[in-house]
C-alpha cells in the first residue's frame, strides 16, 4: 500500500541555517503530495502541495519539488527562523475526483531553530 | 475565519469509562476525517466520512469505537470502553478540494 517516510529528527539548526527535511514517498500512479506543519498544541495546518511531477510548491519561504523519478518530496527553507520551529509531516493522498482523498502521513520531523 | 471546532479540548477519564469526542466541520465542507496522533505511531487515520457516509474506518477498532455523522454540521468519535491504550490526542479535519483543515485536537488521557 501506499506509504510515506521522513527523515528522522529532531533537526536542530541555527537562525538563518539552510533548511532541508527529506520526504520519500511509494506509491502507483501519481498521488498528490504535501507537507503539514504542525506547531506545538495545535492541529496541522497546510504548508505546500504540488499535484503532479515536476511541479513545485511553495509557501512562507519553504518549497519542495514532486520528484516522480526519485519518488521524493523534499522540503527546503534557505534561511530558517525561530518562528519555524515546529514538527513537519510529509503526506500523499488520491483525490477523489474533486473530492479530498485520504491522506497518508509520514511519522513527522521536529525543527527546532535557535537563535 | 472559519474553523474546525473539536470538544473538549482535554479529556481525563478512568478506565472501563465512555468517551464522545465531537468535532463541527467547516461548513460546506464534505468530507470529515478522524486522526490519532500517539509519539509511538505518528498520525494514524481511524475514519473518514464523505457525504455523511462512512468511507473507510479501517483503522478503527471495531469493537470498542465508532464515529457517526449525525448531521452535516457534527461528527462524533465514540470509546466504549476506554483503555489505558487510548491515550492520545484526537484530531477532525474536515477538506474541501485537495486541502484538509484541522481542528485543535482533544488530547485524551485514560488513567
Known amino acids: 500500500g501506499d506509504s510515506v517516510t521522513q527523515m528522522e529528527g529532531p533537526v536542530t539548526l541555527s537562525e538563518e541555517a539552510f533548511l532541508t527535511i527529506n520526504c520519500t514517498y511509494t506509491a502507483t500512479g501519481y498521488p498528490s503530495l504535501f507537507w503539514y506543519v504542525q506547531y506545538p498544541g495545535e492541529g496541522l495546518q497546510l504548508l505546500l502541495k504540488?499535484?503532479?511531477?515536476?511541479d513545485k510548491g511553495s509557501n512562507k519561504g519553504f518549497e519542495a519539488t514532486y520528484r516522480k523519478e526519485t519518488t521524493s518530496f523534499h522540503l527546503e527553507k534557505g534561511s530558517v527562523q525561530v518562528s519555524d520551529s515546529a514538527v513537519y509531516f510529509c503526506a500523499l493522498s488520491r483525490p477523489v475526483g474533486s473530492n479530498t482523498g485520504k491522506l497518508i502521513f509520514g511519522q513527522g520531523t521536529t525543527l527546532q531553530v535557535k537563535p | 475565519d472559519a474553523r474546525v471546532t473539536q470538544t473538549p479540548r482535554h479529556k481525563v477519564t478512568e478506565m472501563g469509562q465512555e468517551v464522545t469526542m465531537r468535532c463541527q466541520p467547516i461548513?460546506?465542507?464534505?468530507?470529515v476525517f478522524w486522526y490519532r496522533q500517539t509519539m509511538m505511531q505518528g498520525l494514524e487515520l481511524l475514519a473518514y466520512f464523505r457525504n455523511r457516509a462512512p468511507l473507510d474506518d479501517s483503522g478503527m477498532p471495531k469493537d470498542r469505537f465508532s464515529a457517526e455523522m449525525p448531521d452535516a454540521t457534527l461528527a462524533t468519535l465514540k470509546i466504549q470502553p476506554s483503555e489505558p491504550r487510548d491515550s492520545a490526542v484526537y484530531f477532525c479535519?474536515?477538506?474541501?478540494?485537495?486541502?484538509?483543515?484541522f481542528g485543535s485536537g482533544t488530547q485524551l488521557s485514560v488513567l
Open positions: 504540488a499535484t503532479k511531477a515536476d
Open positions: 479535519a474536515s477538506g474541501a478540494g485537495e486541502k484538509l483543515f
Open positions: 461548513l460546506g465542507h464534505n468530507t
